[in-house]
């Protein structure tokens, strides 16, 4: 996106408290949003300078390009700023992993450990007040639905609920995508879409002029999933660089591992080991942009092996709808590499044992109990980096 | 509604506001309450003498007469009166369009016109605080839940949703609808339901003590939709009085258009042009009640010519389900009519082509972009109107 | 659960309000929480004596003994205490009637009918503000949770809600209900179940480090029923002690018969008569269990003559869904007992006609407008005897 320089300069400027209602101060806001190319923009914690006299307005309307120059109803907040010089986060939609570079895990990471400190009834668990979520999803994934709806209730805001979004374009009626988000962002004022088809997301943020954040678009993307993981990570390891993650289970199909594997490459140092069934092995496009992102992997049949050396192990699921009626196959893959007490017992004192959820019986339950058990821990850290992206699109940093 | 007459006169005054809790002055407010005939009422910045003192007293329960005389919790309101010298609404239940006068129209549209300023954590976004709306649907229809939903929590409302409500009276339990409204009443304040049945949304008026809104029962009525299709003209051709309007499209079977069709002959000089396929034409009750109010309407093969001299196209779908087997029928019909480029290049500058949505492809994608293109605006038009509603029937004016 | 001593004389302690942030004080109030033994305990109202200083704090947080030591967000409220010296009230979990003595049912009661006071916007109606009520329905039960998520709503909580929670343990996926337990607290402070399986919320209870309230499990346990049944028998009557009860319909697979003989078996001079037909009368454990409690029961063939000396005729729905093919037999025993306009009639002043709700025909409906019937104000108390669980679950007292 590119910003108008005044503005930029604007943004970088310390600032004082607005004395007076922002109706009066409305004109110097707008002045320069002629400028701005994206398709929407978030000027949170905007400063501008009117008559020797610098504001700190906090701006709670996106400012819509598309049907022309439209400021929205802004509010001045008596708060100090918590940006430092210059410093401002851009995010528009959260629709793929591949997005986020290095720089914005990090600032995403550090929003996400300000919200495992929210307390109930404290000020910041207000900031979404007034703020409305549609969770639109085209199939149910309860979990996903409930984890989204639960970060946006922590910080005050409301939600709007579909898990039969599917009826919008039931066979009856037809209607397109498109034109179901162009309805609900009018409903709206962030739109959280499950969809059955890949691409779909993508779809629907080209449409809405609010955020789309995709909780899963068919065999897609899922990537709050692939940062709850990275954030579980850092949180458990306390650090990103220099880690050997074991990669464990279905990698032919899940998703999950495919994502967290991309974004592990941003770091220094990773090593991945691949530990599955022949039959769901980990595909060459994974690999291939491993080794040319200068990242060291290998395949290993022996889990204890690898275990021992990991400082993550991260099992997944064994897709049974994945085998159709290749039963025999299926049940082959699936009692192959379990995750129990024999596994622990040969890691590390640091190292966790992860796991998308649900889990069948890749991790016996007997190991619940141990503390490098993080897989529960893991999904409420999906609370977190919810939250995170919720307020990051919504009010900014 | 037969007001006791000391109790208009206390409406017609102004006041002052009380300066003690409310329980000192409940013995005053509840003393006429007898004499109400109507099945409950809501007396909003009701104004109450006592002792030379004048109170301005929001009301916040409803008064119910069922089950004798009893007085709702009361709240003062440190608010200066909005209504004007005996200026009062009364509005019980929202159950079909032909329960709405022009006088009354004009109120509403006041109210939603309002309702679009109101901006995020503002005082009005917080009108209704404290009150629970209960969707009550019998089948989904997401849209129009969305819709309402929305509208009550951008009123900082409460919402108890299901669309799972047939669940009630499933095969094996069979309970009437009018028990389901009775235990539904008990836990909310409002109750918006949807329902398979034609007289539906009467029937749980007729029962419940707090308000029911129609949103949409069967065949029969959809007010809500028509008053956002009204207000919708209000707002883009900025009038109703002599206004050219067409009505494109499936006519026999639309309950939107026959609606429409008969609020808008509240109004003065208006022409009807009705362009749709022979099988699905625009049924003679409604041409007979046109005529009778002295509508002028006209019917029309020539959808360019009309749409040349119109305010507003209002399109259609054709509804395939209509047509059982007869799908021959149904693709002569659905191509007939088309709002395309070449429709638009001939309407006039100010003229607009409205759509209740979903649209399938009666109005081609490339009509979207047209700033005349309104059916976007519509729906967002019908979040004000239920926002409108829900004031007047929850607090009043 | 066994409270330390330092602890418990804490707690009869008379309080002041503190006049710091509660962070001044934590270090006082965590030091004793290691000797606490229950999974979880709610120290509301928790009184602390440091330096002299006594300060009343209500804690938020349920601390939990899981994962060691920890204390939740603690907040100071400018509250008079309404507990009495040494008053105190145990409540982790609600998941059967039977563990419930009267004492403690005399505390909830109590509770209930302030939650009958609360009035919109009050202080009272903001009690749980910031708490998250996960509503987890692994089948429909839209009365029960439309109770519950009102109640939740009416003290200011919010509601995260699922019917579809079956979907967590799908065939394709087979997640544990621990699992999916453990997931779904971390997302809310209290979790309200329904399952089709008896004993299940035990199980979520034992896994649960938050409250939980099982809506119903199956042919098991639907505890907040049976509550609600005593307390309108209470509020109606006036009184538990003394009084006779008709219990009417199906006895054999009604839980709510069977739970509400069991509570009334804790009062004083109750009498029970069972009024059913054969095919479905009360089974022998229930009969012997009133024995061994001293409890006066009688099976009796004619309705007239026992509604006519009892305080409370408990009418209920013969199930069709337990009759299998024998619809022969169904229809026998439905039309045998049916409460109508002759009933009444025989009935004392000061009796009422109670049911659990949905009734096909077992009531005819010109009892409905009768004073005695009291149905409907019972389907009401649902909402004020779940209002009191939530604030006694999560606050406390």
């Known amino acids: ?22 109706d ?59 940006l430092s010089l210059g410093r401002k986060f851009e995010l528009d939609d959260v629709i793929e992993a591949q997005q986020f570079d290095r720089e914005i895990l990090g600032n995403i990471f550090e929003v996400a450990r300000e919200m495992e400190k929210v307390e ?15 969770t639109l999803f085209y199939e149910p994934s309860t979990r996903t639905r409930l984890s989204f709806e639960s970060a946006m209730k922590r910080l005050g805001g409301e939600v709007l609920t579909t898990e039969n979004a599917r009826e919008f374009s039931s066979a009856a009626k037809g209607e397109t995508l498109e034109d179901s988000i162009r309805t609900v962002e009018g409903y709206s004022d962030i739109i959280v879409m499950r ?40 949180r458990e390891i306390g650090k990103l660089d220099g880690i050997k993650v074991a990669l464990v289970g279905d990698l032919a199909n899940g ?43 290998e ?9 021992a050396k990991c400082d993550v192990v991260y099992q997944t699921r064994i897709q049974r709808e ?7 196959l299926y049940e082959e893959a699936r009692g192959k590499y379990i995750v129990d007490k024999g596994v622990l017992n040969v890691m590390q004192k640091h190292a966790v044992v992860m796991h998308p959820l649900p889990r069948l019986d890749e991790i016996t339950v007997d190991v619940d109990g141990d503390p ?26």
Chains 1, 2, 3 share one sequence.
């Open 255 to 297: 998703r999950t591992v495919r994502s967290l594997a991309y974004l592990l490459a941003k770091y220094q140092d990773v090593k991945i080991y691949f530990v599955s069934p022949e039959v769901v092995k980990m595909k060459d496009d994974i690999k291939d942009y491993l080794t040319s992102q200068g990242v060291e992997w």
């Open 299 to 307: 395949e290993s049949a022996d889990l204890m092996e690898v275990a």
């Open 372 to 397: 490098r058990a993080a897989y529960f821990r893991q999904a409420k850290n999906g609370l977190y980096i919810r939250m995170a992206l919720l307020k990051l699109l919504l009010v900014g940093w």
């Open 195 to 234: 969809h059955f088809e890949s691409g779909a997301a993508r779809r629907a943020a080209a449409t809405a002029e609010i955020p789309v954040i995709n909780a899963g678009d068919g065999p897609g993307q899922h990537p709050t999933q692939a940062l709850l993981d990275v954030y579980t990570i850092d």
């Open 120 to 134: 109930k009834n404290s000020p910041g668990s207000q900031i979404l007040r007034g703020y409305l979520m549609a």
């Open 24 to 82: 009066k101060y409305r004109n110097y806001l707008t002045c320069n949003y002629s400028n701005l190319v994206s398709k929407r923009s978030i000027v949170s914690n905007a400063i501008c300078v009117s008559g020797g006299l610098r504001q700190h307005c906090m701006q709670k309307e996106r400012i819509s390009m598309r049907n022309g120059v439209r400021c929205g109803a802004l509010e001045v907040k008596n708060t100090k700023p918590s």
């Open 1 to 22: 996106m590119a910003t108008p320089t005044s503005f930029s300069t604007c943004l970088s400027q310390k600032c004082v408290i607005a004395p007076e209602p922002i």
């Open 322 to 328: 994945r085998f159709g009626e290749r039963i025999d």
